[in-house]
Each structure stands twice: as C-alpha cells, then as structure tokens.
C-alpha cells in the first residue's frame, strides 16, 4: 500500500521532508540497538560511545516533527490525502517505538551489574539477537526501497521465529522449569527476550505498511 503513495510523497515538500526524517530515524535505531546490545551483553560497566537518553529524545523530536508535517501538508492538501498520511504517523509512531525498546535494553545494562549471562539459553538467546538484528536491518532497507517481495518474507519471518523463540525463553522461566538462575538473572532474561521481540514485532509493522492499508498495518497481508 505504501509503495503507491511513496510517489506521492516524494512529489510533495513537506511529505519528502517527513520521509527523509523516518529514514534519519530508522539510521538512529539501527545505530542504538547495536551499543545497546552491546552494552548489555559485552560490557561490565555499560559505557557506549553514544548518549543513548540524548538519541532517545532526538528520535522524539523527529517524531513530533513528522506529525506536524503531516497536519499541515494535509490541512493544506485537502481529504484526498488523509490515507497516506495516517499510514505515515502509523510509521512513525513504530520507528519511535523501536527507539523505545532499545534505550529499554541500555537501561537494563545499567541496571544489570554485569554482562548478561544466558547460562543454558546463551545459544537460543545468541540466535534470537543474531535473527532481530538482520530482521531490523532487513526491515528498515525494504522500508526505505519500499521493497514489496522483502516485506512478505520479513512478515512471515517474524512468526515463525523471533517472537516463538522469545515466548519459549519467557515460558521456559516464568514456569519454574529452569532453575539453573537468580531471581534477578531469570527477570533480566525475560525482559530482553521481550524487547527484542517487540522491536521486531515493530519492525514488522514498518513493512506491513509497504503492502498493506493503513486498517491493517502490523497484521498478515
């Protein structure tokens, strides 16, 4: 669905301008999730080379910016383009969410007083970040070549991979079945497995919007 307004929003200044601010978002995630995932996983003392709170509220700032390009393009533009323009604060809106969950995981490696030791789950979880970073980085390239055949497989992958394996992490613990952890290295565990989930689950609704309507972004085609 977004591919065909994509022209359109190239044609008009204020959309080109709000597009080109979703990609310079999309650059800030991407950038973020990697020290985050860092930070929490091969650091003792979660120093990163960027102030993830200052990105954070940039990424903020981009959002705000994009709905009121949006408004204004459409109280000038008329009714004829309040579907794009939905479909574009409906991706916005997820991009800042991805921002969301990855300035989530710094502040768990604050929290955390060390690296985060998976134990008996570091090759799942291992396989879990591995498959979240490529589905990130896969996402925001097809967002950004509106790349209609790479949106259906990443809207299949998701399914059947990241959000099983996370739900088996968060089962596996919640459900006194592993006891091979602290309290506080079972909680840890849980948390990250979710925010990984959510940031691809958000990343799919970034594609969904490439084939989809506004009425059914983040569902199946």
Same mark, same amino acid.
């Given at each position: 669905?977004f591919?065909?307004?994509?022209?359109?929003?190239?044609?008009?200044? &204020?959309?080109?301008q709000a597009? #080109?601010?979703?990609?310079?978002?999309?650059? @800030? /995630?991407?950038?973020? +999730? $990697?020290?985050?995932?860092?930070?929490?996983? $091969?650091?003792? #003392?979660? *120093? @990163?080379?960027?102030?993830?709170?200052?990105?954070?509220?940039? @990424?903020?700032?981009f959002?705000?910016?994009?709905r009121? =390009?949006?408004? #204004?393009?459409?109280?000038?533009?008329?009714?004829?383009?309040? %579907?794009?323009? &939905?479909?574009?604060?409906s991706?916005?809106?997820?991009?800042?969410r991805?921002?969301?969950?990855?300035k989530?995981?710094?502040?768990?490696? /604050?929290?955390?007083?060390? =690296?985060?030791?998976?134990?008996?789950?570091?090759?799942?979880l291992?396989?879990?970040?591995?498959?979240? =970073?490529e +589905?990130?980085?896969?996402?925001?390239?097809?967002?950004?070549?509106q790349?209609?055949?790479s949106?259906?497989?990443?809207?299949?992958?998701?399914?059947?991979?990241?959000?099983? #394996?996370?739900?088996? @992490?968060?089962?596996?613990?919640?459900? %006194?079945?592993? $006891?091979?952890?602290?309290?506080?290295?079972?909680?840890?565990?849980?948390?990250?497995?979710?925010?990984?989930?959510?940031?691809?689950?958000?990343?799919?609704?970034?594609?969904?919007?490439? /084939?989809?309507?506004?009425?059914?972004? %983040?569902?199946p *085609?």
């Amino acid at each position: 669905m977004f591919k065909q307004i994509f022209e359109i929003f190239k044609s008009d200044s &204020l959309y080109e301008q709000a597009l #080109t601010e979703c990609h310079e978002m999309l650059e @800030i /995630v991407r950038e973020m +999730f $990697n020290e985050s995932i860092s930070s929490l996983r $091969n650091s003792d #003392t979660a *120093e @990163i080379p960027i102030d993830i709170y200052a990105t954070d509220k940039k @990424i903020n700032e981009f959002e705000r910016d994009v709905r009121r =390009k949006v408004m #204004t393009h459409l109280a000038i533009g008329g009714k004829e383009d309040i %579907g794009s323009g &939905l479909i574009l604060v409906s991706v916005v809106i997820d991009i800042e969410r991805m921002g969301d969950y990855t300035k989530n995981i710094y502040d768990l490696a /604050v929290q955390h007083p060390r =690296k985060l030791d998976a134990g008996s789950f570091e090759k799942t979880l291992s396989d879990m970040e591995k498959s979240t =970073k490529e +589905f990130l980085n896969k996402a925001i390239d097809a967002f950004k070549e509106q790349n209609i055949d790479s949106a259906r497989e990443l809207m299949i992958e998701y399914k059947t991979d990241i959000a099983s #394996t996370s739900n088996e @992490i968060v089962n596996s613990l919640i459900s %006194g079945k592993n $006891n091979d952890f602290s309290s506080e290295q079972a909680g840890a565990l849980c948390l990250y497995a979710r925010y990984l989930k959510r940031i691809a689950a958000h990343s799919r609704n970034l594609v969904s919007s490439i /084939v989809n309507p506004f009425e059914r972004i %983040g569902y199946p *085609e």
